[in-house]
Nanobody, 123 residues
Framework: VQLQASGGGLVQAGGSLRLSCAAS????????VGWFRQVPGKEREFVAG????????YYADDVKGRFTIYRGSARTTVYLQMNSLMSEDTAVYYCAAGVSWYGLDQPTIYGYWGQGTLVTVSS
């Protein structure tokens, strides 16, 4: 599965962005999808994940209530809606796909990664 992440950009604090993760050549059926982010000098950290069935979503504590992960109707794209953005959300965001049913907050369960998309939140 080839993944293409997009939607990053520059936004003011309090604003919103929607990131997209598109699967090239196939759908996300049968795959869990996660979003991670990374800033220079720090490890990649979990942001949000959605289960293979799409019925369960998981979030890092610091984005709960602000971010929403969901699948598009055609199941070829997974979105991360980010609201009430803060400067601390500035990072390169990566999407990933894997066949595991659990451990969605662990980067090791994902076998496929997209390139990053940069989100910059100005204060």
């Amino acid at each position: 599965v080839q993944l293409q992440a997009s939607g990053g950009g520059l936004v003011q604090a309090g604003g919103s962005l929607r990131l997209s993760c598109a699967a090239s050549g196939r759908s996300f059926s049968g795959y869990s999808v996660g979003w991670f982010r990374q800033v220079p000098g720090k490890e990649r950290e979990f942001v949000a994940g959605i289960s293979r069935s799409g019925g369960h979503a998981y979030y890092a504590d610091d984005v709960k209530g602000r971010f929403t992960i969901y699948r598009g109707s055609a199941r070829t794209t997974v979105y991360l809606q980010m609201n009430s953005l803060m400067s601390e959300d500035t990072a390169v965001y990566y999407c990933a796909a894997g066949v595991s049913w659990y451990g969605l907050d662990q980067p090791t369960i994902y076998g496929y990664w997209g390139q990053g998309t940069l989100v910059t939140v100005s204060s």
